[in-house]
């Protein structure tokens, strides 16, 4: 009996490797591209969907981490670790991990009034942990040893505008009728960017009635 020549199994080179590692270049790539625009920002899987399953696309987040070159700030948050000379490895901002969450979740987020009124030089006053207004579920984040809090909002409170404009109506709110002065109008006609002042009107509908006369002269054109 002639001896039968062993059999071979047919194997595809590189078929579960390939494609993991074309998908942690593309991923690497676009958080490259992100960073050099946004050096602190902060990432979700669901940023990377259209890459690949989540499946996929967590093995490969754990890839950078485990390579040093992600870092976790939270659960599901990661950031690019940043060193300054000085100060050593920079905590992740509290700004790019709220925005990140509104990503993840689909939902708007802005900061308290008297939050907003400070971001935009209308009062100094500083609230003691970070706040933000929601129209998502109430909760509370931890990122290293700071408490970022959620509060759910009506509909009518947090707006589906543009990020800028619920700005400038959070700080409005805070400052109050009786407070807003020509003078803190002026200040945000020439703060605001043209391009943030054209979006204030596209906007109005969403705003108080009361507020539309300060938001009609903050998006005119400054006098020189």
């Not at 100094?124 to 706040?131: F, G, T």
């Not at 909760?139 to 947090?158: A, C, D, T």
């Not at 002026?186 to 979006?199: T, V, Y």
């Amino acid at each position: 009996m002639s001896p039968q020549p062993a059999s071979k199994t047919a194997t595809k080179p590189g078929s579960t490797r390939e494609p993991a590692a074309t998908l942690s270049r593309q991923l690497a790539q676009r958080i490259t591209r992100l960073v050099s625009k946004e050096p602190a920002r902060v990432f979700t899987p669901a940023d990377f969907l259209d890459l690949g399953t989540p499946h996929a696309v967590g093995m490969a987040l754990s890839r950078m981490l485990r390579a040093g070159t992600l870092r976790r700030v939270a659960r599901g948050l990661y950031d690019v670790p940043r060193n300054h000379p000085l100060l050593g490895e920079l905590s992740p901002s509290t700004d790019a991990v709220v925005q990140a969450v509104a990503r993840r979740d689909g939902v708007v987020v802005q900061p308290l009034d008297v939050e907003a009124t400070n971001l935009l030089g209308l009062s100094e006053q500083v609230v003691a942990k970070p706040v933000y207004e929601t129209n998502g579920p109430s909760r509370k984040l931890w990122v290293g040893e700071q408490e970022i809090e959620f509060k759910h909002r009506s509909p009518r409170r947090v707006t589906a505008a543009a990020e800028s404009s619920n700005l400038v109506f959070a700080a409005l709110r805070g400052l109050g009728k009786a407070h807003v002065t020509l003078e803190r109008v002026a200040h945000l006609q020439q703060m605001l960017p043209p391009r943030q002042r054209a979006q204030l009107l596209k906007d109005l509908p969403l705003a108080p009635v009361w507020m539309h006369p300060y938001l009609r002269h903050i998006a005119a054109q400054p006098k020189d």
